[in-house]
């Protein structure tokens, strides 16, 4: 076991102020000041950080094991966390725009998190009971899990790859585009232009809520979800759906099937630039029991 360094009740405001700090505790300490100095922990390792409050730019960055635990980090502190590794944050308010960015195997529980740009290029990222508003969240990012996720921001999990969200709330307009392999279970999933151009996207029991969902996407897979204001969807998909309810309309369906309680309009235009061979029909007890 390594000796541990203790850094208790102080306040740092010059730049790079515990520069390759190794193995410390640090608790209840205020980065701030008129200094304005950026990069308070770097090239850094071994952090357990409580209590904190943060108010300066790129506090931590190339940081190897950090337990971030209590801390608040203000609309100042920008790009907070880049390019670590094993993070743990709990019980944290995070704000600031690119708060998470190229960082791996990140562990986030019960945190509060207002942040632009949240979470790009990242690799195997987890959130538990957390709630986050962001914009083009996780860009480029790679194995995420989430489980009761609250989520609001446009264009996000965009060019994701293997994702598993259950339990949550997701409101994205043009969320999941490009995404692949993605699993989406017993959640809520709101926003204009859901899915376009995903691979391998299945839904679960979700609820599903905004114009024009899931166009131009590649084996698209909903298992007993409900649609509402779902109109003009599946356009150019591969799908297969089994629908609870109703569904508003559907166009120019590629390939598979999509069958519901209720089909509002089936829209079959004679300008589609692929065949339509994607068979719409309503929902009977007989098919329900195939699967």
């Not at 203790?6 to 200094?35: K, N, P, Q, W």
């Not at 209590?51 to 635990?69: A, E, I, K, Q």
């Not at 899915?195 to 909903?222: A, D, H, M």
Request: with cysteine; proline share 2%.
């Amino acid at each position: 076991m390594k000796n541990r360094t203790m850094i208790r009740d102080m306040r740092f405001g010059e730049e790079r102020a515990l520069y390759r700090t190794e193995h410390a505790d640090v608790i209840s300490c205020r980065f701030e000041g008129e200094e304005d100095g950026e990069s308070a922990f770097k090239e850094s390792s071994d952090l357990a950080v409580k209590d904190c409050f943060f108010d300066l730019r790129y506090p931590l960055w190339h940081v190897h094991g950090l337990n971030l635990s209590q801390s608040e980090m203000t609309e100042n502190c920008r790009a907070a966390l880049w390019y670590c590794r094993g993070v743990s944050v709990s019980g944290c308010r995070m704000n600031g725009i690119k708060a998470l960015r190229e960082c791996r195997d990140t562990v986030i529980v019960d945190t509060e998190i207002d942040s632009p740009e949240f979470g790009w290029r990242c690799e195997n990222t987890a959130l538990f009971r957390t709630r986050l508003v962001s914009q083009y969240a996780f860009f480029e990012s790679k194995n995420i899990y989430a489980k009761n996720l609250n989520f609001s921001g446009k264009y996000s999990f965009q060019y994701t790859e293997r994702v598993r969200i259950c339990d949550s709330v997701v409101c994205a307009k043009d969320g999941f585009w490009h995404a692949k392999n993605v699993t989406l279970t017993d959640c809520t999933l709101e926003g204009e232009y859901l899915g376009w151009y995903s691979e391998n996207l299945k839904l679960v029991r979700c609820k599903i809520k905004g114009t024009q969902p899931f166009c131009y996407c590649k084996n698209l897979t909903l298992i007993d979800c409900t649609m509402e204001s779902c109109d003009l969807a599946f356009e150019y998909s591969g799908v297969k759906a089994k629908i609870v309810g109703a569904v508003d309309s559907v166009k120019n369906p590629r390939s598979g099937y999509i069958e519901a309680d209720e089909i509002g309009e089936v829209i079959v235009t004679g300008d589609s630039v692929y065949p339509v061979r994607g068979r719409v029909r309503r929902r009977t007890r007989s098919s329900t029991d195939k699967e």
